[in-house]
């Protein structure tokens, strides 16, 4: 065993992974991760969604490395530094329209925190209302907002005031063959669950606009637009949780962009930096204003050597017009796992957006989940050199979420180890 692995185990708490996946990563670069001993792993899952812009891009580690050498930290909200002052200008030039002010924390929960807190500050409301089948963190607030217990188990009770609205889940709703009645009739219910599980007093709906933990979830196209109608009503603002679907991932600079809304504060983290910790959460003016002195701070939040990955991470996606090619990439690797679908009843259903690509593996008609497949399936394709993720509420979403400058060469090989790992697991057809 190798001395990494067997520090992992002496050393490291990872009592709450399954098992750690037996690689001891060495480095990478745009798509290829590579090990100690020299083999190569093509990444289609980019350490959770994160190195969009491709692992160690040079012109992100040109940025961070110009910026180490000046300035590491000061507490960018004690001091002014240059980097946040750009990276935060910049936000508000590709953010959806109005929301012009930054705050800049470190990691995905610590920002949902912060939007928490400045909803309830602005409205002066106190409730939630969230999704089934929703992830928006490991801290207790964030916890408090999930809609799934495989992440909160042992750790309730949670924070009063919350309430779940259903998850806008086609394929496993009443409405599998008509999604815009499965958008209409999720967004009527959030109505239902302000009058029947609030006090009516709720401060903000949070949503992943495209869900990922819960299974890559893409809400019918007229979703939102509905949901907005619901929560203008009752004067409820709109958190769109964009950790794991923004920066350019689902082929737009950020999800929500798809369904034509605009959210009161946007949250972003993960592909932020390009694999530098950084989080944000972006508001309107007056909503921003709601944070009187005292109110909220983060002694790394805003570090000068993200903010400046992060502005040279932002900029390449422009200028290489990465939603533009997620959006093509993601559309060609969906239609060949369709091809795929047609051949293995495995396969239930095929989704996503751009380069966020869930594939759900079922075993019958029923759609009872095939989770141990989907597992068999990952371990299948990492020792055939291919890495994936594993996920969905039921744990039997194939998660294809590659860096966006893979090539289609990397996706046909991608694709064609999934073909093979699919052969490996398919089980006589049931149906
Ligand atoms: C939608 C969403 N929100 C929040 C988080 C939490 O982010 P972090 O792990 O950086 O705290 C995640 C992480 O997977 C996520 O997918």
Same mark, same amino acid.
């Given at each position: 065993?190798?001395?990494?692995?067997?520090?992992?185990?002496?050393?490291?708490?990872?009592?709450?992974?399954?098992?750690?996946?037996?690689?001891?990563?060495?480095?990478?670069?745009?798509?290829?991760?590579?090990?100690?001993?020299?083999?190569?792993?093509?990444?289609?899952?980019?350490?959770?969604?994160?190195?969009?812009?491709?692992?160690?891009?040079?012109?992100?580690?040109?940025?961070?490395?110009?910026?180490?050498?000046?300035?590491?930290?000061?507490?960018?909200?004690?001091?002014?530094?240059?980097?946040?002052?750009?990276?935060?200008?910049?936000?508000?030039?590709?953010?959806?329209?109005?929301?012009?002010?930054?705050?800049?924390?470190?990691?995905?929960?610590?920002?949902?925190?912060?939007?928490?807190?400045?909803?309830?500050?602005?409205?002066?409301?106190?409730?939630?209302?969230?999704?089934?089948?929703?992830?928006?963190?490991?801290?207790?607030?964030?916890?408090?907002?999930?809609?799934?217990?495989?992440?909160?188990?042992?750790?309730?009770?949670?924070?009063?005031?919350?309430?779940?609205?259903?998850?806008?889940?086609?394929?496993?709703?009443?409405?599998?063959?008509?999604?815009?009645?499965?958008?209409?009739?999720?967004?009527?219910?959030?109505?239902?669950?302000?009058?029947?599980?609030?006090?009516?007093?709720?401060?903000?709906?949070?949503?992943?606009?495209?869900?990922?933990?819960?299974?890559?979830?893409?809400?019918?196209?007229?979703?939102?637009?509905?949901?907005?109608?619901?929560?203008?009503?009752?004067?409820?603002?709109?958190?769109?949780?964009?950790?794991?679907?923004?920066?350019?991932?689902?082929?737009?600079?950020?999800?929500?962009?798809?369904?034509?809304?605009?959210?009161?504060?946007?949250?972003?983290?993960?592909?932020?930096?390009? !694999?530098?910790? &950084? *989080?944000? %959460?972006?508001?309107? #003016?007056?909503?921003? =204003? /709601?944070?009187?002195? !005292?109110?909220? &701070? *983060?002694? %790394?939040?805003?570090? #000068?050597?993200?903010? =400046? /990955?992060?502005?040279?991470?932002?900029?390449?996606?422009?200028?290489?017009?990465? #939603?533009?090619?997620?959006?093509?990439?993601?559309?060609?690797?969906?239609?060949?796992?369709?091809?795929?679908?047609?051949?293995?009843?495995?396969?239930?259903?095929?989704?996503?957006?751009?380069?966020?690509?869930?594939?759900?593996?079922?075993?019958?008609?029923?759609?009872?989940?095939?989770?141990?497949?989907?597992?068999?399936?990952?371990?299948?394709?990492?020792?055939?050199?291919?890495?994936?993720?594993?996920?969905?509420?039921?744990?039997?979403?194939?998660?294809?979420?590659?860096?966006?400058?893979?090539?289609?060469?990397?996706?046909?090989?991608?694709?064609?180890?999934?073909?093979?790992?699919?052969?490996?697991?398919?089980?006589?057809?049931?149906?």
């Amino acid at each position: 065993m190798s001395d990494t692995i067997q520090k992992y185990k002496d050393y490291v708490m990872t009592g709450f992974m399954k098992s750690v996946t037996p690689i001891v990563v060495d480095h990478a670069s745009g798509a290829i991760v590579t090990d100690v001993n020299g083999r190569e792993y093509l990444d289609c899952f980019s350490g959770i969604s994160v190195v969009n812009a491709g692992h160690n891009n040079p012109e992100v580690i040109a940025a961070a490395k110009a910026q180490m050498d000046k300035l590491v930290h000061c507490a960018s909200y004690v001091y002014h530094a240059q980097p946040v002052a750009d990276l935060a200008e910049k936000m508000a030039q590709i953010a959806p329209r109005g929301l012009t002010k930054t705050f800049f924390g470190n990691g995905g929960a610590e920002a949902i925190e912060g939007a928490l807190k400045l909803a309830r500050l602005f409205t002066g409301k106190h409730e939630f209302i969230a999704l089934h089948a929703s992830f928006h963190g490991r801290s207790w607030g964030a916890l408090s907002i999930t809609g799934n217990w495989g992440r909160k188990k042992r750790g309730g009770p949670y924070a009063p005031g919350v309430a779940f609205a259903p998850a806008p889940y086609s394929y496993r709703s009443l409405w599998r063959d008509d999604p815009e009645e499965c958008g209409r009739q999720c967004a009527r219910a959030i109505g239902e669950v302000v009058r029947f599980a609030t006090s009516n007093d709720v401060a903000a709906f949070i949503a992943e606009p495209v869900m990922g933990e819960g299974g890559i979830i893409v809400p019918p196209p007229n979703y939102f637009k509905e949901v907005k109608k619901v929560l203008d009503q009752y004067g409820i603002l709109f958190i769109a949780d964009e950790v794991q679907s923004g920066f350019a991932r689902t082929g737009k600079m950020f999800a929500i962009e798809h369904f034509g809304v605009v959210p009161d504060i946007l949250v972003t983290a993960k592909g932020i930096a390009d !694999g530098f910790p &950084l *989080s944000a %959460f972006t508001a309107r #003016p007056e909503i921003a =204003a /709601a944070y009187k002195p !005292g109110d909220h &701070l *983060s002694t %790394f939040g805003g570090n #000068p050597v993200s903010c =400046a /990955a992060s502005l040279a991470n932002i900029r390449y996606m422009e200028r290489e017009n990465l #939603p533009t090619r997620a959006r093509e990439t993601g559309d060609y690797a969906m239609s060949k796992l369709r091809e795929l679908q047609k051949q293995n009843p495995l396969i239930g259903d095929v989704r996503g957006l751009g380069l966020m690509i869930g594939v759900e593996l079922v075993k019958d008609e029923k759609l009872t989940p095939a989770a141990a497949e989907a597992e068999t399936l990952r371990d299948a394709m990492l020792r055939q050199g291919v890495l994936v993720g594993v996920g969905g509420i039921y744990g039997n979403v194939v998660r294809f979420q590659p860096p966006l400058v893979i090539t289609r060469q990397q996706i046909d090989h991608a694709i064609s180890v999934f073909a093979a790992a699919l052969q490996e697991v398919a089980q006589p057809a049931t149906v």
